[in-house]
């Protein structure tokens, strides 16, 4: 089969297309033929080995795939050789083959493309846990997301809406602004791509608090963290919830003094955990998400495919926060 490995640590031009021997699925696991592969940004930290996670080399990234069964182990039932199917690898999806644990699987609806599933999980998992689970969004809150234009921002902004919810989507460009408009928020900010500025900060607190009425936000949704996070913890409302989801502009320090005076919350929203600890819960919010799915209220927004040769494409414009809603690399 063909893969595309990470033999050292760095960057996506360090990664290498190569040819090993087809896998095996063993026990309660299945293999899949791969059609699409979902490119997120913790595929960028993996082969840095930055990420939770750090596989032994050689490895390839991709965590989420779609595609169809092609080989089932002993032990599974409830998948069959043809079945179309989504899953949840953590790596290894850069490849044409790849098996996974069964419980790591989903049938998706024959309507469903392969590319939108590989594309579905990760990013509406995260959002819909941290907007659902941890941010208790109730209809008619206001929803500040940063970082609106990309994988999970873009799902963030489709779940808000659906909850009801007024979204104020920040991003960093006049394309960006368009395409969370056509998306369906409410109101975009642009702010610029230094924050590191005292006035700029206090500027953008007042944008948002502008744009929310006068009171600020009832949510944040922190998909950028660095310089930004301060300002927007600023800009909530009293009782506000400020969600924690990722830092690809560094890792914040926040004055602790802020959760006092607005009596706030700085809430964790890791969704891989919660998907082992909490599998019933997560079970119910797949079910959601399909649901909305069905209904078109969600659907992800792919803005670009590489073909497998090029993943280290797909990777770099990721890593540069170019990307508009969803990346694939595809197999066929």
């Known amino acids: 089969m063909k893969i595309m490995l990470s033999t050292e640590p760095g960057g996506p031009d360090t990664l290498v297309l190569s040819e090993t021997p087809t896998p095996e699925p063993g026990k309660k696991q299945v293999r899949i033929k791969v059609h699409a592969a979902g490119v997120n940004f913790p595929d960028t930290l993996i082969i840095r080995d930055l990420y939770q996670v750090k596989p032994p080399r050689p490895f390839a990234p991709g965590g989420e795939i779609a595609g169809e069964v092609d080989a089932v182990g002993e032990e599974v039932s409830g998948l069959k050789v043809g079945d179309r199917v989504l899953g949840m690898v953590g790596f290894g999806g850069f490849a044409t083959q790849v098996v996974a644990d069964a419980t790591r699987v989903i049938k998706i609806p024959d309507a469903m493309p392969y590319d939108e599933a590989a594309c579905f999980v990760l990013t509406y998992g995260t959002s819909h846990h941290a907007l659902k689970d941890r941010a208790a969004i109730q209809p008619g809150d ?187 690399v595809t197999m066929t």
């Open 142 to 328: 206001s929803l500040l997301i940063l970082g609106a234009a990309g994988g999970v921002g873009a799902a963030a902004i489709e779940l808000g809406k659906a909850a009801g919810a007024k979204v104020i989507a920040a991003v960093s460009s006049e394309e960006k602004a368009q395409f969370c408009r056509d998306l369906g928020a409410d109101e975009t900010l642009i702010y610029p791509r230094d924050m590191s500025d005292r006035a700029a900060q206090k500027d953008f607190s007042a944008q948002i608090k502008t744009l929310s009425g006068g009171e600020g936000v009832n949510v944040v949704y922190d998909a950028v963290g660095g310089d930004y996070a301060e300002p927007a913890v600023r800009a909530l409302a009293w009782k506000g919830r400020y969600l924690v989801v990722g830092f690809p502009a560094g890792i914040p320090k926040i004055p602790l003094n802020l959760t006092l005076l607005k009596g706030c919350q700085i809430v964790g929203v890791f969704w891989g955990a919660h998907t082992v600890r909490e599998p019933q819960s997560h079970a119910e919010n797949m079910g959601d998400l399909f649901r909305l799915y069905a209904e078109g209220k969600v659907r992800p927004q792919i803005s670009a495919r590489f073909p497998l040769a090029q993943a280290s494409d797909a990777l770099q414009l990721l890593e540069d926060r170019k990307a508009l809603g969803k990346v694939v």
